[in-house]
């Protein structure tokens, strides 16, 4: 079986099923990857935990480890139950009979195998690069379109400009201004598309200065017609930032959701802020780094499905008079700061985690 050293240090999670599939046996990996305690888990079935068994492949090979002593190894697996949820890596193999073995002592013979490795981090960084890179490609194509219509834009306004001198043009001058407006309107609007274009200026920053600022800023904007909040870690240290430029970031996350609970118009609407102290795995390098979360957290009606994973890249956007461009911005700013954003979303609450890494930025 398993040696008493092995049993309370494993970092794998080990299950030990009887013929019945229920559970006769875990260790203490498991039940930190299932968010549970050893009564919840010994003596349930092991599909009490399987979120999603639309899938018959994943019985068929069970009945056939069962039945026949096939191992197997199923990828990306959910377990766990309402509020949480693991993804792991589960290998199945059937345990062949043996003698009594006294370094682990249970009631019911175990006939089944199961070792889970919670592969949710390595998932995310896989996923996050790929998004990461997926913008990057985005905004360059969208940058060097900027740069091709802003050329004939600069035409059109400087002819609107001239023809608008001329002095048999006055009965047509009021299309002439709006010719003017617009190509002003759609020259700002490139501008947008290829980022911040100033030069950040770091120093050495408080983020809570920020975080009100920010707050009474918003509060003024919607009349107190919410409830903004905040949960503060006063022992966080201050870090190197632009505070202009963070200060546009944080903005333009709450200003989103303060439209979507309007928008829903949700009841008694509530935002709150709140900082902590982390130590997390940076999506560009893969290493753990510490670094500060900065949560913005709402009771709104979630972000739609469909723009869940795209929602930081340009022109993309879940509100019909939405431009697309404001989150587009605070994730530029957000990555000048050497940091990345979290997003997690359902019906009745979203967060949003911007993490700064602590240090100077070279």
């Known amino acids: 079986m398993i040696p008493a050293i092995l049993k309370n240090n494993l970092s794998t999670g080990v299950l030990l099923l009887n013929s019945s599939l229920e559970v006769v046996w875990t260790n203490d990996s498991v039940l930190q990857i299932l968010g549970t305690t050893k009564s919840q888990v010994v003596g349930k079935s092991i599909s009490t935990w399987v979120v999603d068994q639309v899938d018959n492949l994943y019985q068929e090979a069970l009945d056939a480890c069962m039945n026949f002593g096939r191992p197997f190894i199923i990828r990306e697996l959910k377990l766990?139950?309402?509020g949480h949820m693991s993804t792991v890596d589960a290998s199945f193999s059937q345990i062949p009979a043996t003698g009594d073995d006294d370094s682990l002592v249970i009631q019911t013979k175990p006939?089944?195998?199961?070792e889970i490795s919670q592969v949710d981090n390595l998932l995310k960084?896989?996923?996050?690069s790929k998004y990461a890179t997926d913008e990057n490609n985005l905004k360059k194509i969208l940058r060097g379109l900027a740069h091709e219509v802003k050329n004939p834009l600069g035409g059109i306004k400087g002819a609107a400009q001239l023809m608008?001198?001329?002095?048999?043009?006055?009965i047509f001058q009021e299309y002439l201004q709006i010719i003017i407006s617009e190509t002003n309107?759609?020259?700002?609007?490139?501008?947008k598309l290829i980022g911040p274009h100033k030069q950040e200026q770091f120093e050495t920053t408080n983020i809570h200065k920020i975080l009100e600022h920010c707050r009474t800023l918003i509060s003024a904007e919607i009349g107190g017609s919410y409830f903004?909040?905040?949960?503060?870690?006063?022992?966080?240290?201050?870090i190197q930032a632009d505070e202009e430029q963070l200060t546009q970031a944080i903005i333009n996350i709450v200003r989103n959701s303060a439209q979507a609970l309007s928008e829903a118009a949700t009841t008694d609407p509530v935002i709150l802020f709140s900082t902590r102290a982390i130590r997390k795995h940076d999506p560009e390098t893969g290493l753990v780094t510490s670094a500060i979360q900065l949560r913005i957290k709402d009771n709104g009606p979630g972000i739609p499905e469909d723009i869940k994973d795209r929602?930081?890249?340009?022109m993309v956007s879940g509100r019909a008079q939405g431009s697309g461009i404001g989150l587009s911005i605070t994730q530029t700013i957000i990555s000048r700061h050497h940091g990345w954003i979290e997003v997690n979303s359902r019906p009745g609450q979203t967060t949003v985690d911007v993490i700064l890494p602590f240090g100077e930025i070279q």
Request: glycine share 2%; hydrophobic share 45%.
């Open 80 to 82: 766990g139950h309402v």
């Open 111 to 114: 006939v089944l195998l199961i």
């Open 125 to 128: 960084i896989a996923r996050d």
């Open 164 to 170: 608008a001198k001329e002095a048999d043009a006055s």
């Open 185 to 191: 309107r759609l020259t700002n609007l490139v501008d």
């Open 228 to 238: 903004i909040t905040h949960d503060y870690d006063p022992s966080l240290p201050e």
């Open 311 to 314: 929602m930081f890249f340009p």
